[in-house]
């Protein structure tokens, strides 16, 4: 056949394919025109292309490598199984029958043609992993070479490697610390013989049964000195520089990504990005393909690790952080500076223990209340140890009914141990059991106390005495005093005191009602018991917030707390209520006065979560969203679950203008647990912002508080009259809602959007007297943008960064005067 | 920058499109080591992974030389043309290896998995095709071209189309029975 040929044949055969199969033949004769070989060529063809469906439609693939049977020698050595293939050959399990032990041999072949420099690279890892000799690099025990196939031997590893440990989720952060430590601690062996290992990643890294970790393949290492020289012939003509193309895209640092030379703090990066994985259980640079990922790396600073692991502590999130810089000169200098980051994170870590409520023994009505009671009181002593992380009693509550496994609950709440106790209670005695108990699963500690049942308060002094003596915990200098509960309070009043906060722990109307109860009782037991007033202003203020805004609660609870801060001046739960006064529409919105209480009351008791919830949701009306987070960190690491935290932190990025699916996601969450009012309205404002209306609308329903969503919903539509009718209604039922300001600024945002500018500007200053002068919200709002470029606007906008500021200050100095760590009280 | 050579891909590339043989000469090496570093890259991210198929290493392999050397992506489809050769013969390389492994000595082979990373069909005789597609090359240039590119390259119909310069619906159209005759000629 010749192309001329070709050509009629092809038209013919694509003419015959045009037409319905049944008159394909009849055509191919006419056209052949009794050219029969022509017609056998097509009928040929034609019958080829039925059954061709699927030929050539899938690319080529193919096995890769072949496996040396077992029992094949190489050397002396014996394979025992294939265990694996990487990019440089693969690796067999073996025996060495000489000294009659298990090793592990990595194979390259030279059979057909070796890619220059693969075999000079080979030996070269051979020769530069047998050159270290340290706890975390696997061993090299010889190098050999079997009918030009050359083979490295090294010690053989039980385990798996870091990436198979990783599809089972992150790892608590202590344990990635340690893993951390250790590659650190291997890469600054190689690094001072001048080895940098360049291609670190989860599958490099092995962790053996016995808990080591052992840094693989250095096959991309170089002698730091040589690899100038190694640039021309690794891979071959001078065609392309190495460093660009060794490394893995994910891992490898911005310098080897755009083909620079890897140094030292190369391998630094991808500490960080190895890191940053363990703990956040994703990759800190990904992409659709590896290009994406790569310009990730170049380009983007991965998620912080706060917004994934709420309990990763600052510190070491800095960390991360520095090991990632892009540019490698901000990175740590050494692999030895970023062990001693490293250790000094791990011997700072704070002891954690949970106090999971006590089980009673034999008969008692009162079991729920006074298990939980005896753990909320020994958690309250506890945690006057700074250096003891001690979960609130809002984390162990889901225990109350249910007896878990003591160390398995020690996980799950991520505490180095909990208190696991029983008590027994007859007429007029006490006894109480108690044992600490390791995650691990060992008992630390185990122990007794006898005692009447008035004296409840021995029992948790000896309880919490004991157990941070079991857990080593370094003792305060000066140990916070006993708060509100000096020794003369009457055990009875403590009763009370504690079944009140069982209730007040729950958050519903009713227990709100009892907790009130009870801390009235206390406070009529024992008039001079600070904790029962404190209690009662707490109960009281939320009354008010939270449920009845129209009725008298403010007044009363203002005079109960001041008269438990005479009590005790010092007392954290009566600066705790006493900010959440000041911080109400009768307490005049006063951000300042409430954030100096607040961290008053966490200098104090740092594990008052309730004041650096309180202290985050402040901060962030103020716009200070940053700090707010902080803030709000700090509760996530008290209460890895807190809900509430979680809802704040989602409402913070809110303000900053990042994804809010997961603040939508949160409030429901939340509404699901605790429905309130206020969660509803807020999840109809993130459906608002994610444009859907409708949704919005039928979340807020019949809603009295809503009528600003509702205005929001019509001005987004273009329905200025039913906007306004909204607006009005919101207007009348002002004092209906705790938190108005946020209605204010809806109904801010509705106007500008109606282009109305100056009403407009007038509720925004309405919100912003309210307790929410966000400027850093209004700044980037656009539903604001209407009103850019107004004169009054603009001023708003100037005056309130210049509140921001000062809030700023004041923050800041209140932070030096919480301290970290050593008991400070009236500090400047 | 330096690097690749004093030209760079672009530079290669556009010499090679406008006619010029001695840039292909020069481009196959370099972009055969690309794809077996790409097939290397492949094996270390997947370990378990028994197989490979030439799409993902073929773009792979053209955004990092691009990367390197800041070429435009309009150059892409002369690169395609230059990997899908590269593919081929890679591909075919090895089935001759296997062939001649075949005939040959009973020493375990030990295969180094960066060669073998680019390496042999399943239902194909790879030796077969490439004899084939060499004659169909002679009849019809284009049709042939096509196959490489779709077969060997692994690329997609639009991209295919824009590489040889001629509408999706040409490269349907011709693609049937440039198929039906290879596959005439291989049963």
Known sequence: MDPDRFKVVSRIFEAALARRPEERSAFVAEACSGDLSLRAEVEGLLSSHHKADGFLEEPPTAPVGMALAAGTRLGPYEIVALAGAGGMGEVYRARDPRLGREVAIKVLSSAGPTPPGALERFRAEARAIGALNHPNILAVYDVGEEQGAPYVVTELLEGETLRQRLRRGPIPSHEAVRQALQIASGLSAAH???IVHRDLKPENLFLTRDG??????????????????????????????????????????????????????????????????MLAGRRAFTGGSDAESLAAVLRDDPPALSSLRPDVPPALDDVVARCLCKDSASRFATAREVASALESLRSSRRRSVAVLPFRALGEDPDAGFFGVALADATITELARHRTLLVRPTSTILRYSAERPDPSEAARALGVDAVVDGSYQRTESRLRVTVQLVSSEGEALWAGRVDTSVEDILRVQDEVARAITAALEVEMSADPARHSGHAELVAGRAYEHYLRGRSHFLRE???????????????????????????????????????????????????????????LDPDLPEGHYARARLRWSPQGGWDNAGALRDLMLAVASRPSLDDAHLRAGVILYHVGLIDEALLRLRRVLMLSPDHLLARYHVAFCRYHLGADITEGLRVSQDVAQRAPARWITYQAALYQVRLGRLDEAEETVGRMREAHAIRALVAALQGDAPRAHDEIRLTAERRKAFGNYHHNQYEVACALARLGEVEPAIDWLLAASRGGYPCVTLFERDPYLDPLRGSARFDRLIADLRLEREGYRGLYAGLMESEGDGAPTRGGP | MPGLSSEGLTGLLRAWSEGNAEAAERLLPLVYGELRRQAARYLRREPNARTLQPTALVHEAYIRLANQDRARWKDRHHFFAIAAQVMRRALVDHARRRHAARRGGSRPRVTLAEADAVAAPRDVDL????????????????????????????????????????????????WKLARAWLHRRLS
Not at chain 1, 552 to 565: H, Q
Not at chain 2, 136 to 163: H, K, N, W
């Open chain 1, 192 to 194: 001072e013989k001048g």
């Open chain 1, 212 to 277: 080591s970790l052992k840094i693989l393949d250095f096959g991309l290492a170089k002698r730091l000195s040589h690899v100038q020289e190694d640039l021309g012939q690794e891979v071959g003509a001078g065609l392309t520089r190495p460093g660009l193309l060794l490394g893995t895209v994910g891992y490898m640092s911005p310098e080897q990504a755009q083909g620079r030379a890897a140094d030292a703090r190369s391998d630094l990066f991808a500490l960080g990005a190895v890191l940053y994985e």
């Open chain 1, 508 to 566: 519903t109307l009713d227990d709100c009602i009892a907790a009130a109860d009870w801390f009235e009782k206390a406070r009529e037991t024992d008039p001079g018991f600070a904790l029962a007033w404190a209690g009662l202003a707490d109960a009281y203020a939320r009354m008010g917030f939270d449920f009845q805004p129209e009725g008298n609660w403010y007044a009363r609870a203002r005079a109960m707390c001041d008269r438990a801060l005479t």
């Open chain 2, 127 to 174: 030796l077969d095709l490439d004899q084939a597609l060499g004659e169909l090359a002679r009849l019809d240039p284009r049709r042939a071209a096509m196959v490489e590119l779709r077969y060997f390259g692994g690329l997609s119909i639009e991209e295919t189309a824009r590489t040889l310069g001629v509408s999706p619906r040409t490269v349907l159209r011709e």
